[in-house]
């Protein structure tokens, strides 16, 4: 089996999931509610930990989908597990509690995003579009909380191993890393800079590809891990993009 490049609408690439609960029945509305998009395939199940990350090894699933148990707050420990079976499938966590710091917590682990059960359904398929496209889906506090803990966690005393990589950066491309960093959108910054949306897009492919990351998301924890951006300072990262509303980044 493993990972397959079957297209689905429009001839986008389908986004291949693999669903994680305890439950069948929830399994099955979950692959109910997601395969009524041509894009998106269930490659698999899994009602435990150990099976999830079998499943992973072999399907290799572009996301992993995670129904997180209230009450539960080991649900999700096995994240880096997920990570090393299937190393480029994103995590998302799907949960009933609105503990920040639960939310916080799957951040940390290598969650790329955390759905609120109470949102309509619609939301957790454009969550799963938005992530297949490498994108976060997270709410300002959670991300602030996470890019606080990582700062803290780092301190200013940590050896900077990557410097060759941000070194390697343009003018241009360090421009474009600040303006992601303060939220604008593609549109915005290809104003700011007097570029156009596709040049945009090509700057952050070739940041991305420079410092090794997948979107949005890492790039604003490698610019806080590495200092290339201050949170405390007047021009801090503005996190709203990722606010409740959840707007697009085009």
Known sequence: MGAETNNGA??????????????????????????RHDRMTVIGEASS?????????IEQPDITLINFHLGSR???????????????????VLTATPDPDIHTRAMLLGAIGVVPKGQAAGVLVKALEKVSDGEAWIDRTTIANVLSELSRRNGSTEIDYDAAKIASLTK??????????????????GSKLCISVATVRHHLGSIFSKLDISGRLDLMIYAIRHGMIDLRGPERADVSILDSGYPDLP
């Open 172 to 189: 241009r491309e360090k421009e474009v890393v600040s303006l992601v960093c303060l939220g604008l959108r593609n549109k915005e910054i």
């Open 10 to 35: 429009n001839g986008q690439k389908t986004i291949r999931i693999l669903l994680v609960d305890n439950y069948e029945m929830i399994r099955t509305a979950l692959r109910l509610l997601i395969e």
């Open 74 to 92: 080991e649900g999700f420990d096995f994240i880096p597990d997920l990570h090393a079976a299937a190393r480029k499938t994103r995590v998302l």
């Open 49 to 57: 930990r150990d099976d999830a990350v079998a499943v992973a090894t």
